[in-house]
C-alpha cells in the first residue's frame, strides 16, 4: 500500500471530524484555550490600562520628591530632554475660620501648585459639597483656594466664605471631588487645600522650620522620561541626597493592591481548573478514539502500512485538530475577556488599552501541549496494532502509555500552567495538588473496589447490586480509571463551587461592611475619657483605641543605623522617617504571629511586622533602639506578625506587648464606622477641635465594588470551567461503552432483562459518582484551604458538609452523564454487539 502520511492524516483528519469522532477532543482544548485566554487578554490589558493610569496617579510619567527645594540641575537635566515639568509643593498648616464665623482652626495639607499641574490626570471639583463633579479647567486662580468637604465641615464654612492660611485671605470656589495624585501619605490624611503659586508667598507660611515636600513632575516620550529617571536615580545614589527619591509607577494606590492581586489570583485559579478538567477530558477522549481506530489501524497493517507512516499521519491529524481547537479557543478567549472589561469596569478609570500578541501566542502553545502530551500517547499506540487483530478482536488492545512520554507531557503542561497562574504559589498548589490526588484517587479506588466486592454478600444482597459490584471486581483496572477520572473532575467543580462561595465569602469577611471608615489620630491623652463617651453617645459601640508614639530608629543590636547602612530605597526611607508606634498588651485581632510568641505584659519585648522586619534585615531575637522624643527605649524583638492591611483596622509596624510605656509621649488614635447620624463629624471636630478625622468612606466603598466585580467575573469564567467538567464527567463514564455493551449483549444473551440491566446500570454509576464524590470532597477541601491560607492569605474553616453535598452531587452527576453517554447501550440489539466483539 503506497500512500504518503500527510494523505493518509488528511483524509483520516476530514472523515473523523465528519463522523464526529474528534468532536469530545476539540470541545475540550477549545474551553481550556478560551478559559486561559480570556484571563491572558484581561490581564495583559489590565496591566498596560493599570501602568498608563499610574502616570496619572503620579500625577506625571515620573516624579522627584525631595525635603528641600529642587536643585537647579534636575530642572535643567528635564529642560534639555524636552520634557513638560510640573512644580508643586506641599505641607502641614493650620487653617482659619474668619472670626465673624466662629474662628476655627483646623490642621491641613496645603497643596500649592503651578499653572501646568497635572501633567497626567485631571483634578475633578464641585460646586456644592454633594456634588458629583467635574473635570477642572487649570488651577485655583489667585486668592481662590479649592477644599476637601472635610473642611468645611471642620471649620463650618460654606463654598464662596473665606478661610485664612497664614497672613492672607482665600476665597473657597470649590470643591476638591478626586485628586488623581494625593496618593496614601499620612499627611494627606488631614483635608486639603489647594491654591495657586504665586498666592504661597503672600501667605508668609514658609519658615525655616516648616516641613516642606517639593514634587518635580516631568512627562514626555518614553526613552526622555527613562533617561531622566536614570539620570536623576544616579544623582540620588552618587550624591547620597537626604530626602530625596525618585518615584515611579508602583506609587499609586497602595490600598487597593492587595485586592487587585487578589482578584488576578482568583481568575487565574478558575482558568486553571479549566485547564486541568480539560487535560482530563483530552486524555479520556483520546483513548476512546484510540480503541475506535484499533480495527482500521489492523486493516491498514494487512494492506502492508508501515507503521512509521501510520504514526506519522495521527501526528499530522492531531497537530492540525490542536491548530483548529486552539484557533477556536483563542478566537472565544478574545470575546470572553470583553464580559471581563465589561463586568470589572472601575478597576481603572479609562477604556483598557488593546492586548498584545502574547495571549494568542500562549493560548496556542497551551492548546498544542494539552493535545499532543495528553492525547498522543494512546493514540500513536494504534501503530503498534498487530495485523493478527483482522481474525482475532482480543489482541492489540491499548496498553498503559509510556511512562517517559507520559511524564514529558505532564512536565510541559505543568510548565505552561504555572506560568499561566502568575504566582508561584498558586501554581504549585493548584498543579501540585491535582497531581497528588490524581495519585491518592486511584490507589483509594483500588482499594475501595476490594474492599466494595468483598462487603457485598451474594446471597442476600438484591441482584442488581451484586451485578453491580461483580463488574466493577471483574475490570479492576477500568473501575479504577473511572472513579480516579470522575473524582478529578469533581475535585476541579467542587473546589470551584468554594472559590464561588466561601472562598469569597472569606475574602468579603477579610474587609467586612462595618469596616472602621474613620481614623482618627492627635487625641491627647487627657481627652481619651470624654471622647470614647461621645463615641458611644453617637451609637459606636466598637472602636479601635490605641496610643500613637512619634519613634525614630536609632540602633540595631546595639550599633547605630543611619540610612547609608541600607542599600534598598525603602529601606533607607524607613529609617530616615521616623515610626508610629503603639503598645497594648492584647495582640491586636488582624495580627496573625508567624515568628516567635506575643506574651502580654512581656517588658523589654516588641513586636514587628513581618515585611518590614524582612526590609531592614531583622530577626527574632534582635534589639531595637528607638528614640522617642528624646526617650530611649531598648527591647528585644520577640515575634513578627503579618498585619492584613486590607482590614482597614488600626495597623501598626512596631507594637510593645504592654500596657503602658512610662515617660514616652503618646497621643491617641481611633478607628470606628461612623454613625449614620447627619452632622457626627462636624459635632465631633467642634468638641475636640484639635483632633484629625480622616474619612475612608470612598476608599471602603471602591475595595467593596472591586469585590463585587471580582465576584461577577469568576461566576462569568464559571460556566467554561463547569463545561469543562461536564464533558470530563461525560468523557469518563463513556469511556467505557464498548466494554458495558459486550457485557450488558453476555447477560441479556443468557436472560437478564432490560430493567435489571438499567438498575445495574443505575447501581454502579452511582457508587462511582458517591466514590468519586467523596475523594475529590475531602481533597477538594484540602486544596481549598491551602489555597486561602498561602495564597489568598485569610483564614476559611472547612465545612463537613462539603463532603455530604460533594458525595451526593458526584452520584447525581454520574448518573445525568450515564443517562445521556449510556442511553444507547441498553437499546442496541444483542446480535449487534455479539458481532462487534467476534
Same mark, same amino acid.
Given at each position: 500500500?503506497?500512500?504518503?502520511?500527510?494523505?493518509?492524516?488528511?483524509?483520516?483528519?476530514?472523515?473523523?471530524?465528519?463522523?464526529?469522532?474528534?468532536?469530545?477532543?476539540?470541545?475540550?482544548?477549545?474551553?481550556?484555550?478560551?478559559?486561559?485566554?480570556?484571563?491572558?487578554?484581561?490581564?495583559?490589558?489590565? $496591566?498596560?490600562?493599570?501602568?498608563? !493610569?499610574?502616570?496619572?496617579?503620579?500625577?506625571?510619567?515620573?516624579?522627584?520628591?525631595?525635603?528641600?527645594?529642587?536643585?537647579? #540641575?534636575?530642572?535643567?537635566?528635564?529642560?534639555?530632554?524636552?520634557?513638560?515639568?510640573?512644580?508643586?509643593?506641599?505641607?502641614?498648616?493650620?487653617?482659619?475660620?474668619?472670626?465673624?464665623?466662629?474662628?476655627?482652626?483646623?490642621?491641613?495639607?496645603?497643596?500649592?501648585? !503651578?499653572?501646568?499641574?497635572?501633567?497626567?490626570?485631571?483634578?475633578?471639583?464641585?460646586?456644592?459639597?454633594?456634588?458629583?463633579?467635574?473635570?477642572?479647567?487649570?488651577?485655583?486662580?489667585?486668592?481662590?483656594?479649592? /477644599?476637601?468637604?472635610?473642611?468645611?465641615?471642620?471649620?463650618?464654612?460654606? /463654598?464662596?466664605?473665606?478661610?485664612?492660611?497664614?497672613?492672607?485671605?482665600?476665597?473657597?470656589?470649590?470643591?476638591?471631588?478626586?485628586?488623581?495624585?494625593?496618593?496614601?501619605?499620612?499627611?494627606?490624611?488631614?483635608?486639603?487645600?489647594?491654591?495657586?503659586?504665586?498666592?504661597?508667598?503672600?501667605?508668609?507660611?514658609?519658615?525655616?522650620?516648616?516641613?516642606?515636600?517639593?514634587?518635580?513632575?516631568?512627562?514626555?516620550?518614553?526613552?526622555?522620561?527613562?533617561?531622566?529617571?536614570?539620570?536623576?536615580?544616579?544623582?540620588?545614589?552618587?550624591?547620597?541626597?537626604?530626602?530625596?527619591?525618585?518615584?515611579?509607577?508602583?506609587?499609586?494606590?497602595?490600598?487597593?493592591?492587595?485586592?487587585?492581586? *487578589?482578584?488576578?489570583?482568583?481568575?487565574?485559579?478558575?482558568?486553571?481548573? %479549566?485547564?486541568?478538567?480539560?487535560?482530563?477530558?483530552?486524555?479520556?477522549?483520546?483513548?476512546?478514539?484510540?480503541?475506535?481506530?484499533?480495527?482500521?489501524?489492523?486493516?491498514?497493517?494487512?494492506?502492508?502500512?508501515?507503521?512509521?507512516?501510520?504514526?506519522?499521519?495521527?501526528?499530522?491529524?492531531?497537530?492540525?485538530?490542536?491548530?483548529?481547537?486552539?484557533?477556536?479557543?483563542?478566537?472565544?478567549?478574545?470575546?470572553?475577556?470583553?464580559? +471581563?472589561?465589561?463586568?470589572? %469596569?472601575?478597576?481603572?478609570?479609562?477604556?483598557?488599552?488593546?492586548?498584545?500578541?502574547?495571549?494568542? =501566542?500562549?493560548?496556542?502553545?497551551? &492548546?498544542?501541549?494539552?493535545?499532543?502530551?495528553? &492525547?498522543? @500517547?494512546?493514540?500513536?499506540?494504534?501503530?503498534?496494532?498487530? @495485523?493478527?487483530?483482522?481474525?482475532? *478482536?482480543?489482541?492489540?488492545?491499548?496498553? @498503559?502509555?509510556?511512562?517517559?512520554?507520559?511524564?514529558?507531557?505532564?512536565?510541559?503542561?505543568?510548565?505552561?500552567?504555572?506560568?499561566?497562574?502568575?504566582?508561584?504559589?498558586?501554581?504549585?498548589?493548584?498543579?501540585?495538588?491535582?497531581?497528588?490526588?490524581?495519585?491518592?484517587?486511584?490507589?483509594?479506588?483500588?482499594?475501595?473496589? $476490594?474492599?466494595?466486592?468483598?462487603?457485598?454478600?451474594?446471597?442476600?444482597?438484591?441482584?442488581?447490586?451484586?451485578?453491580?459490584?461483580?463488574?466493577?471486581?471483574?475490570?479492576?483496572?477500568?473501575?479504577?480509571?473511572?472513579?480516579? #477520572?470522575l473524582a478529578v473532575g469533581l475535585l476541579a467543580l467542587v473546589l470551584l463551587v468554594l472559590v464561588r462561595t466561601d472562598l469569597i465569602s472569606s475574602w468579603r469577611a477579610a474587609t467586612p461592611p462595618d469596616a472602621p471608615n474613620r481614623f482618627v489620630i492627635n487625641v491627647m491623652p487627657?481627652?481619651?475619657?470624654?471622647?470614647?463617651?461621645?463615641?458611644?453617645?453617637?451609637?459606636?459601640? $466598637?472602636?479601635?483605641?490605641?496610643?500613637?508614639?512619634?519613634?525614630?530608629?536609632?540602633?540595631?543590636?546595639?550599633?547605630?543605623?543611619?540610612?547609608?547602612?541600607?542599600?534598598?530605597?525603602?529601606?533607607?526611607?524607613?529609617?530616615? *522617617?521616623?515610626?508610629?508606634?503603639?503598645?497594648?498588651?492584647?495582640?491586636? !485581632?488582624?495580627?496573625?504571629?508567624?515568628?516567635?510568641?506575643?506574651?502580654?505584659?512581656?517588658?523589654?519585648?516588641?513586636? =514587628?511586622?513581618?515585611?518590614?522586619?524582612?526590609?531592614?534585615?531583622?530577626?527574632?531575637?534582635?534589639?531595637?533602639?528607638?528614640?522617642?522624643?528624646?526617650?530611649?527605649?531598648? #527591647?528585644?524583638?520577640?515575634?513578627?506578625?503579618?498585619?492584613?492591611?486590607?482590614?482597614?483596622?488600626?495597623?501598626?509596624?512596631?507594637?510593645?506587648?504592654?500596657?503602658?510605656?512610662?515617660?514616652?509621649?503618646?497621643?491617641?488614635?481611633?478607628?470606628?464606622?461612623?454613625?449614620?447620624?447627619?452632622?457626627?463629624?462636624?459635632?465631633?471636630?467642634?468638641?475636640?477641635?484639635?483632633?484629625?478625622?480622616?474619612?475612608?468612606?470612598?476608599?471602603?466603598?471602591?475595595?467593596?465594588?472591586?469585590?463585587?466585580?471580582?465576584?461577577?467575573?469568576?461566576?462569568?469564567?464559571?460556566? +467554561?470551567?463547569?463545561?469543562?467538567?461536564?464533558?470530563?464527567?461525560?468523557?469518563?463514564?463513556?469511556?467505557?461503552?464498548?466494554?458495558?455493551?459486550?457485557? +450488558? %449483549?453476555?447477560?441479556?444473551?443468557?436472560?437478564?432483562?432490560?430493567?435489571?440491566?438499567?438498575q445495574v446500570q443505575r447501581f454502579e454509576l452511582a457508587g462511582v459518582g458517591l466514590l468519586a464524590g467523596f475523594l475529590a470532597s475531602v481533597m477538594a477541601s484540602l486544596v481549598g484551604w491551602a489555597l486561602a491560607r498561602f495564597v489568598f492569605e485569610f483564614d476559611w474553616?472547612?465545612?463537613?458538609?462539603?463532603?455530604?453535598?460533594?458525595?451526593?452531587?458526584?452520584?447525581?452527576?454520574?448518573?445525568?452523564?450515564?443517562?445521556?453517554?449510556?442511553?444507547?447501550?441498553?437499546?442496541?440489539?444483542?446480535?449487534?454487539?455479539?458481532?462487534?466483539?467476534?
Open positions: 500500500m503506497k500512500i504518503s502520511f500527510l494523505q493518509l492524516g488528511w483524509r483520516s483528519l476530514t472523515r473523523d471530524l465528519r463522523a464526529g469522532e474528534l468532536r469530545l477532543l476539540m470541545v475540550a482544548v477549545t474551553l481550556a484555550v478560551a478559559a486561559m485566554t480570556a484571563v491572558g487578554f484581561f490581564a495583559d490589558r489590565l $496591566k498596560g490600562g493599570l501602568q498608563r !493610569d499610574a502616570h496619572q496617579l503620579l500625577g506625571g510619567d515620573a516624579v522627584v520628591v525631595s525635603d528641600n527645594p529642587m536643585p537647579a #540641575s534636575f530642572v535643567a537635566q528635564a529642560q534639555s530632554l524636552g520634557l513638560q515639568q510640573s512644580h508643586n509643593l506641599t505641607f502641614p498648616t493650620m487653617a482659619r475660620a474668619p472670626d465673624e464665623l466662629g474662628g476655627g482652626l483646623k490642621l491641613v495639607a496645603l497643596k500649592v501648585v !503651578d499653572a501646568s499641574y497635572p501633567l497626567r490626570g485631571k483634578v475633578r471639583v464641585s460646586g456644592k459639597p454633594d456634588g458629583s463633579g467635574e473635570l477642572a479647567q487649570g488651577v485655583p486662580a489667585l486668592g481662590q483656594a479649592w /477644599v476637601d468637604t472635610g473642611l468645611l465641615d471642620a471649620l463650618g464654612l460654606q /463654598v464662596g466664605a473665606e478661610v485664612l492660611l497664614g497672613e492672607k485671605p482665600f476665597r473657597i470656589s470649590h470643591i476638591i471631588v478626586n485628586e488623581p495624585d494625593r496618593g496614601a501619605g499620612f499627611m494627606n490624611f488631614s483635608p486639603r487645600v489647594m491654591i495657586n503659586q504665586a498666592d504661597i508667598e503672600a501667605t508668609g507660611l514658609i519658615q525655616p522650620a516648616s516641613r516642606l515636600r517639593y514634587r518635580l513632575a516631568v512627562a514626555g516620550g518614553d526613552q526622555a522620561v527613562q533617561a531622566f529617571v536614570d539620570w536623576a536615580q544616579q544623582q540620588v545614589n552618587t550624591h547620597a541626597v537626604r530626602g530625596m527619591r525618585v518615584e515611579a509607577l508602583d506609587g499609586g494606590r497602595p490600598e487597593l493592591s492587595s485586592t487587585l492581586a *487578589r482578584a488576578e489570583k482568583f481568575l487565574s485559579l478558575v482558568a486553571l481548573l %479549566a485547564a486541568l478538567l480539560s487535560a482530563v477530558a483530552v486524555a479520556l477522549a483520546a483513548r476512546g478514539f484510540a480503541a475506535n481506530h484499533l480495527d482500521d489501524c489492523a486493516m491498514l497493517r494487512v494492506l502492508g502500512l508501515r507503521q512509521r507512516t501510520i504514526a506519522a499521519a495521527y501526528i499530522f491529524e492531531f497537530v492540525w485538530v490542536g491548530v483548529i481547537a486552539s484557533g477556536l479557543g483563542v478566537g472565544l478567549g478574545f470575546v470572553v475577556h470583553h464580559g +471581563f472589561v465589561a463586568l470589572l %469596569a472601575g478597576l481603572v478609570d479609562a477604556n483598557l488599552p488593546a492586548a498584545g500578541f502574547a495571549p494568542v =501566542v500562549f493560548g496556542m502553545g497551551m &492548546g498544542l501541549t494539552l493535545l499532543l502530551a495528553f &492525547g498522543l @500517547p494512546p493514540v500513536l499506540q494504534l501503530a503498534q496494532v498487530p @495485523p493478527l487483530r483482522v481474525i482475532r *478482536r482480543d489482541t492489540g488492545g491499548l496498553k @498503559p502509555a509510556s511512562a517517559a512520554v507520559l511524564a514529558l507531557g505532564v512536565l510541559g503542561f505543568a510548565i505552561l500552567l504555572m506560568a499561566a497562574s502568575r504566582d508561584v504559589k498558586l501554581g504549585l498548589i493548584a498543579v501540585g495538588g491535582f497531581a497528588l490526588a490524581a495519585l491518592l484517587f486511584a490507589g483509594l479506588s483500588g482499594l475501595a473496589v $476490594k474492599l466494595l466486592r468483598w462487603a457485598v454478600n451474594d446471597a442476600t444482597a438484591p441482584m442488581a447490586w451484586v451485578l453491580a459490584t461483580r463488574q466493577m471486581a471483574a475490570r479492576p483496572a477500568f473501575a479504577v480509571v473511572q472513579v480516579s #477520572s487627657e481627652q481619651g475619657e470624654a471622647f470614647t463617651q461621645a463615641l458611644k453617645n453617637a451609637g459606636v459601640a $466598637k472602636f479601635d483605641w490605641y496610643p500613637m508614639i512619634r519613634g525614630r530608629l536609632v540602633a540595631v543590636n546595639g550599633h547605630a543605623v543611619s540610612p547609608e547602612d541600607y542599600p534598598d530605597e525603602r529601606a533607607r526611607r524607613l529609617v530616615d *522617617r521616623e515610626f508610629n508606634l503603639s503598645y497594648s498588651a492584647t495582640q491586636p !485581632d488582624q495580627n496573625l504571629v508567624v515568628k516567635g510568641r506575643w506574651l502580654a505584659h512581656e517588658k523589654g519585648a516588641v513586636s =514587628v511586622e513581618e515585611g518590614i522586619a524582612n526590609t531592614l534585615g531583622l530577626a527574632l531575637g534582635d534589639t531595637l533602639t528607638f528614640d522617642m522624643g528624646g526617650v530611649q527605649t531598648v #527591647s528585644k524583638i520577640t515575634s513578627l506578625r503579618k498585619v492584613d492591611w486590607g482590614s482597614m483596622r488600626a495597623n501598626f509596624f512596631v507594637m510593645y506587648p504592654v500596657n503602658e510605656l512610662v515617660g514616652v509621649p503618646a497621643t491617641f488614635m481611633s478607628a470606628f464606622k461612623a454613625p449614620p447620624a447627619k452632622g457626627f463629624d462636624s459635632a465631633l471636630v467642634r468638641e475636640f477641635p484639635n483632633i484629625t478625622s480622616v474619612d475612608m468612606t470612598a476608599t471602603l466603598g471602591q475595595i467593596q465594588r472591586v469585590l463585587d466585580q471580582v465576584i461577577g467575573a469568576v461566576e462569568f469564567l464559571f460556566t +467554561f470551567t463547569l463545561a469543562a467538567g461536564l464533558v470530563v464527567l461525560f468523557a469518563a463514564v463513556t469511556a467505557t461503552r464498548e466494554e458495558r455493551a459486550r457485557e +450488558f %449483549a453476555i447477560m441479556r444473551a443468557v436472560g437478564a432483562s432490560a430493567g435489571l440491566l438499567r474553616a472547612v465545612s463537613p458538609w462539603v463532603l455530604v453535598w460533594g458525595s451526593l452531587a458526584g452520584a447525581l452527576l454520574a448518573l445525568m452523564a450515564g443517562w445521556w453517554g449510556l442511553r444507547e447501550v441498553l437499546g442496541r440489539p444483542v446480535v449487534e454487539t455479539l458481532r462487534r466483539v467476534v
